[in-house]
Each structure stands twice: as C-alpha cells, then as structure tokens.
C-alpha cells in the first residue's frame, strides 16, 4: 500500500526499535490501552499480544480492512474508524500510545492534555523536535506553550533517538519518544486560562513578558509572582505561570 503524505505515513519497520517502543509502553494483560494510529500494525501486534485490552484509532479508510484480518479475531482488540483528533476519553484510565502523524501531533497532546483525568500514562513517537520542546527547561531556546502546557500536567521524559531509517518512506527528520505521566500533585488551574496565558504570554518571544501580557496583567502582579517585568517569557517557570493563571481565573470571578 502507498503511503499517504497527508495522513503522516511513515511506517516502522526496524524490529529493535520497535521492542524498545513496547518496552517503554510495558504494556500488561487486562489494563486499558488506546492506539492512536496503528497504521500497518507494527506495534499493534505486541500490544495484543500481551493481552491488553486495546482500542485502535485509525483515520484511514484504506487501512481498516487490513486492520479487520490482522486483528479482528482476536476478542481484547476493538477497532475505530475515527479521527484521533475527536476521540473522547471515557471508563479509563487509559494508556495511550502510537507512532504519531506528525501533522496532528500537537493539538492532539493538547486535546488528551484536557482529558488528563482518563489517562494514566501516555507514550508516543515524536518528531525529535517536538519531544525537545515538550521536555524543555526554563531558559532554553525550546521552552515554550507545550512545555509548559504539558509540564503543568504531566512528568515529562524523552528516550530513544530515532533515525529516519527506521522508517518506509523515511521521513526528513529524526524521531523521539516521549513520555508523559499525569502529575498526581499537578496544581489546579484552569486549563483555558492557562492556555490562552501561555498563548499571549509566548506571542512574540523576543518581547518582554511585560509587552507580551501588558493588556492582561500589571509589572506589580508579575512582581507578586516574583517575576521582573523585564524577563523574556522562555526564562518564567511553569510554577510562575501556574501562579498567574490562578491570578487571572480569581479576577475573571
Ligand atoms: N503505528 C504505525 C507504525 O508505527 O508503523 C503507523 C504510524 S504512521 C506515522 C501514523 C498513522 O496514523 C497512520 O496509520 C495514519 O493513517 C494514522 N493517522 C493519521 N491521521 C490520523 C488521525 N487524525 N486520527 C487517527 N489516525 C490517524
């Protein structure tokens, strides 16, 4: 079968990797797991085989009847023709994993970011990249929205290097797993709060934080925050965001 570009193809195929993937996935007879995007089945087939209840999330039409003769006989696999994008969590918690279509993988980690109570760990296969920014730390280059954005909710952690040659066809760039496991002292703010903080505060990086958020909050509530006004918002740490989300969410009451 063709790969479809539009629907980030690109299918494992390097035995060793992918046992490191299913290893880091451990995956355990009876738990819950969702595969987003098992493509050809080239993790699928270890994940039901260690008799884990598994539900597969596949956009493409062309796919599912090879899916059906793959695993369709086998009682702990079910098999949706859906658009992981609209994929609503419920009766979890879950793990969910895949080997992501690069294209989605963003809003996707935000869409299971606001279903983080249905979830139990997530691991998925990333362009490098993406995995770098998720993981970054306060005054890297890469910090950014999805560091902070998953950080508030999850322990975030990178593995492996991927080479493009692990892949038919090989994508341009190297791969990363990452894996997020939910924060059990995760602090209680509101997630559209913090999103559209994190989105304003991020706007224009080489600005100062004060320029950034100067409509929404004043250099003595960045103070508060123990936050000079003068600071790009890469070297504010996700606590600090955390910290004024909960200012702005208190004075929209
Ligand atoms: N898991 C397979 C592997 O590792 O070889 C395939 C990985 S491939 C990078 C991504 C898979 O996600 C493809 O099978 C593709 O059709 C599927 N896909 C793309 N967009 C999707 C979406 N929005 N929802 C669900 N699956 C999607």
Do not use: W
């Not at 046992?19 to 355990?28: A, D, F, L, M």
């Not at 995760?186 to 991020?202: G, H, I, N």
């Not at 504010?236 to 200012?247: D, G, N, R």
């Amino acid at each position: 079968m063709r790969a479809k570009k539009s629907l980030g193809q690109n299918f494992l195929q390097d035995e060793g990797i992918i046992n490191n993937i299913v290893k880091i996935i451990h995956p355990q007879a009876g738990e819950k797991i969702i595969e987003i995007g098992p493509g050809q089945g080239a993790i699928t087939q270890y994940l039901q085989a260690s008799g884990a209840d598994l539900q597969l999330i596949e956009l493409d039409t062309d796919l599912i009847p090879l899916l059906q003769q793959q695993f369709g006989q086998h009682d702990n696999v079910q098999i949706h023709h859906l658009d992981a994008l609209k994929l609503k969590l419920n009766n979890g918690p879950f793990k969910v994993v895949g080997n992501l279509p690069y294209n989605i993988s963003s809003p996707l980690l935000i869409s299971m970011l606001y279903q983080h109570t249905e979830i139990k760990q997530m691991v998925f296969m990333l362009q490098k990249e993406v995995v770098q920014r998720i993981c970054a730390q306060p005054g890297q280059k890469l910090f950014g929205r999805l560091s902070v954005m998953l950080q508030h909710q999850f322990t975030c952690s990178s593995h492996l290097d991927i080479p493009p040659t692990a892949f038919i066809p090989q994508p341009k760039v190297d791969s990363q797993i990452v894996q997020l496991i939910p924060r059990e002292n995760a602090t209680e703010v509101s997630l559209p709060v913090l999103e559209s903080l994190v989105k304003q505060a991020f706007a224009m990086r080489r600005k100062t934080i004060r320029n950034n958020l100067k409509k929404i909050i004043s250099d003595e509530q960045l103070q508060s925050c123990g936050i000079d006004p003068g600071q790009r918002p890469e070297t504010i740490t996700v606590s600090q965001y955390e910290q004024l989300a909960k200012m702005l969410a208190n004075h929209a009451d």
